[in-house]
């Protein structure tokens, strides 16, 4: 098995080691000898910066292509989103005009999807003069009960300090 490569973090834990030891060499000898070992080392570690700098580099390359690549993906999926919302207009105008013009409220796609046209306009509570509202159409928290107040208008009841307001909302749903 061969030798562990070290890290730039053992070189220097190594320089570390060598200097201390060179400061406490007790002979002239000793010394250069230690000196020679970390002259060594220093080179070593200049090899190891470098590479290091090239990784650095090619990585900034790589991520300044990723940055490019997500702009031109996000602009390509803005182009589709307004492009599906071209398509989802146009095909409910065209539903809304052979509803109106033949009653038409529904399509079969050639993959046997079907398209369905909902022209009625959705009716919810959105005014409530809470000072009017009788107590029982309150939730014990005295919060109106919109949903049944709803149902009873559409069913002809009068209830004080509520109405109904038409909120056109033709739309058209797939389904398979």
Known sequence: MGEKKQTMMDLNMELHTMAYEMLHATTEEEREERQAKMVALLASMDDKAAAY???????????????R?????????????RSMDFLR?????????QYETQGVDQLKTAEGRWIRLYPEATKKVLHVDEAKLPAEWWKETRVPRKQDI????KDGEEIPGA??????????????
């Open 150 to 153: 709803r149902k009873a208008i």
């Open 69 to 81: 690549s997500v702009e031109r993906d996000t602009a390509r999926l803005k182009r589709m989103e």
């Open 89 to 97: 207009t146009t095909l409910q105008r065209t539903l809304e005009i």
């Open 163 to 176: 109405d109904l307001e038409v909120i056109p909302n033709p739309h058209i749903r797939w389904e398979k």
């Open 53 to 67: 700098l090239s990784v650095m580099d090619r990585h900034a390359i790589e991520m300044e292509a990723c940055k």
